[in-house]
């Protein structure tokens, strides 16, 4: 049989929960940034290849 070992997690600064809290929020901002980039890139793409290499490298 296997014993299992309890580790001691008072010295971390987050626990699981709090950083699923953080975590979330900012996967959600990342998915929208890369929404808007993509969205940026469309609108430009009848312009110029100029203007979609601007807003690529901005982005």
């Known amino acids: ?3 299992r ?3 001691d997690r008072s010295g971390y ?3 699981n929960r709090a950083l699923t ?3 979330i929020p900012l996967v ?3 998915l929208l940034a ?3 980039g993509m ?4 609108m430009i793409v009848s312009v110029e290849e100029a203007a ?6 901005v982005n």
């Open 28 to 30: 959600v901002e990342q």
């Open 52 to 57: 979609v290499s601007g807003v690529s490298l």
């Open 21 to 23: 809290a953080l975590i």
């Open 5 to 7: 070992v309890k580790i």
């Open 13 to 15: 600064l987050f626990d």
């Open 1 to 3: 049989m296997k014993t």
């Open 39 to 42: 969205a940026d890139s469309i």
């Open 34 to 36: 890369i929404l808007v």
